[in-house]
């Protein structure tokens, strides 16, 4: 068997349920008689690590967990059972806007919390207009003039081309909005 | 009882006249009666485009003002039975005349002619409530460029507000060897982006310049591919069931055959 870490010196850190002290000497010597894998510390942290937030580039796909924090639950959210056409707008700045329909150019969609567009987001689109920066956009064609989040506009490439598949937008961890392929909430 | 259809873009310059005059040629060689009502008041030119500018002596202006009676303002086209025209009075504009009045004009002409078709003129403003607001239902013309189809979506969401329905769409100066090569939008992207049905498409016709300078529809014209696009339209109008010919499958077809007389 090949053992390239054969003769160092290691140390565990250990997440999640705690090991008893019996367990950890088992693995302390299974580690040396198997692997000669000298244990020099074990490390036990029963805080669960948190899930980075992908700060990918826009072509970058990444299954990703949104941050369902803040008072997405507790908001309301209206339906728009129709594609909103150029020089319409809809407002809802209580909660999520979700669209049965497209938003076409010369369109804006405004909403407090999230939007949901079930189709082409081809205009423009403003989540989180009341500040909660946590607000998604996320459409089956994610094309837009213009999208903002907050007070975070844009920073999206110009020629966004139709990918074929959902898209998610919202503010990254480098304070740009970002566009990844939407996997699930 | 008659369909008042509203002929609509939006934008300038994409082919309302020249779908308008063509469409009501068509209808009436199809045997149907048809007034064409110009709504363009103070830009009139339906009555150019028809050849009838020289006997225009009534307007919808005169009717309104009650200068004269409606069927004596109706100029008729002496080429094809059934078909006249009401035309917009050149010296007044568009403030002069009230969505109820053009409204009251529809509904009489609707009682005596199978169809209605209103020009309107570009624009969103008074214009626009003109010519609609007498109407039944819809054609949205537009051009495969983006503006004219923002424009046109902006029409339609106005139209279905009025609850104008059926609206239905014509592509104008459609262009298969531009869509080809990439540099034009396709039809099925149009129609994904306005949501409506799709009633014809006009190709690109260099012969339409030359009709509308002489007065003489395209429909008139033997082997012209504006005005036979046209005659379909005009069908598909009085509900025949025509299929909508892919200009675009033109080039693809071609390429196929290629390809079997290269193998064979
Ligand atoms: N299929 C076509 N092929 C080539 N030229 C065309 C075609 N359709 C329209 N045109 C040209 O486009 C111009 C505008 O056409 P038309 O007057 O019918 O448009 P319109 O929508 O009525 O314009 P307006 O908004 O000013 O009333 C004309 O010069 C006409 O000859
Ligand atoms: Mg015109």
Redesign the interface.
């Known amino acids: 068997m090949n053992r390239p870490l054969s003769g160092t010196t290691v140390q565990i850190d250990v997440k999640g349920p705690t090991l008893e002290e019996d367990e950890l000497a088992y693995l302390r010597s299974k580690l040396k008689e198997s692997y000669n894998l000298t244990v020099r510390g074990i490390m036990v942290s029963d805080e669960p690590t948190p899930e980075p937030i992908a700060a990918a580039p826009t072509t970058h796909i990444i299954p990703q967990a949104v941050n369902s924090s803040d008072s997405r639950e507790s908001e309301p959210s209206r339906i728009i059972p129709y ?1 909103i ?4 707008t809809e407002d809802f700045p209580q909660g999520s806007l979700i669209i049965y ?2 938003v ?4 804006e969609v405004v909403a407090g919390g999230d939007i949901v567009i079930l189709g ?1 987001l ?1 205009g423009n689109a403003h989540a989180g207009m009341n500040g909660r920066l946590s607000s998604v956009i996320i459409a089956m064609d994610l094309v837009p003039l213009q999208l903002q989040i907050g007070n975070y506009l844009n920073r999206l490439p110009i020629d966004q081309k139709s990918r074929g598949y959902p898209e998610i937008a919202r503010i990254g961890t480098e304070d740009v909005i970002i566009v990844e392929k939407f996997v699930k909430f | 009882m008659g369909k008042v259809i509203v002929v609509t873009s939006g934008k300038g310059g994409v082919g309302k006249t020249t779908s308008t005059a063509n469409l009501g040629t068509a209808l009436a060689l199809l045997g149907k009666t048809v007034v064409l009502v110009d709504a363009d008041v103070g830009l009139r030119n339906l009555d150019i485009v028809l050849g009838l500018e020289s006997r225009i002596v009534y307007t919808s202006m005169d009717v309104i003002d009650k200068q004269c009676e409606l069927s004596k303002a109706l100029v008729r086209d002496r080429r094809v039975d059934g078909l006249t025209l009401l035309a917009a009075s050149q010296k007044n504009n568009k403030d002069d005349i009230q969505p109820a009045q053009m409204k009251a004009i529809c509904d009489k002409l609707r009682s005596t002619h199978d169809f209605v078709l209103v020009d309107s003129p570009a624009g969103i403003e008074r214009g626009f409530s003109n010519a609609s607001a007498g109407a039944d239902e819809a054609i949205v013309v537009t051009t495969p460029d983006v503006s004219a189809i923002r424009d046109a979506d902006r029409i339609i969401g106005l139209l279905q507000h009025a609850r104008i329905e059926p609206i239905n769409l014509v592509l104008n100066r459609f262009s298969p060897e531009l869509v080809g090569n990439g540099s034009m939008i396709d039809q099925e992207d149009v129609i994904d982006i306005l949501n409506i049905d799709l009633l014809g498409i006009v190709p690109e016709d260099t012969g339409v310049i030359t009709s509308t300078n002489r007065g003489i529809p395209l429909v008139y014209e033997e082997g012209s591919e504006g005005g036979q696009a046209y005659m379909r339209i005009a069908r598909r109008i009085t509900g025949q069931q025509i299929p909508i010919p892919a200009f675009d499958q033109k080039g693809l077809f071609t390429s196929i055959m290629n390809w079997f007389t290269r193998k064979g």
Do not use: E, V
Request: net charge positive; aromatic share 0%; hydrophobic share 15%.
């Open positions: 594609t056409r150029s020089g319409q329909g497209d076409n150019s010369g369109a082409a081809r």
